[in-house]
């Protein structure tokens, strides 16, 4: 027996499908259980490729002090004035989103500023993920669940490897 089990009516993410709809940008207030703070030198150049290329938007901006970006439900990310990084450190956040999503995504980074996408690529863990560096060198991996197969590869290993016995078809 296992505790894990599937909760996605808790989150914004929905069921992972090649039909899946990413949920509306969420406009609302809460406590945030969790956001990434990330330094910029350049406010006016981070907010354009967070927005454009990521697909977030200006929630709340105290210009000089800080500018909150938000996706869906849970994904605030909070630029804020200082030196940016000179290169990319080795962590990374990532951020979730359908399927559909990947590859505008990947392009939209791209034509902001070309060379800053790795992907997109299938990951052992039943995803398609495209990493972004931003230009404040933040890594930033979007990730697409793909429909579990029971029968694949992926759901093979999950069993084999981790003793994760996923969802029957």
Not at 21 to 35: K, Q, S, V
């Amino acid at each position: 027996m296992t505790d894990i089990f599937p909760a996605f009516d808790m989150g914004p993410v929905p069921l992972p499908g090649p039909d899946a709809e990413p949920p509306e940008l969420f406009r609302g207030i809460y406590g945030m259980p969790m956001f990434v703070n990330v330094p910029t030198g350049d406010m006016a150049a981070s907010v354009e490729f967070w927005t454009r290329g990521l697909g977030f938007f200006e929630f709340f901006a105290a210009p000089g002090r800080v500018t909150h970006l938000r996706r869906w439900a849970f994904q605030d990310v909070l630029l804020v004035p200082t030196e940016a990084a000179d290169s990319p450190a080795p962590a990374s956040v990532s951020f979730s989103c359908v399927l559909s999503q990947v590859e505008q995504i990947a392009a939209a980074c791209e034509e902001l500023l070309p060379g800053s996408t790795t992907g997109p690529r299938r990951t052992p863990w039943n995803t398609v993920d495209v990493e972004v560096v931003t230009p404040e060198n933040m890594r930033v991996v979007m990730t697409a669940a793909r429909p579990f197969d029971p029968a694949s590869a992926e759901a093979q290993s999950l069993r084999e490897d981790l003793g994760i016995e996923g969802p029957s078809a």
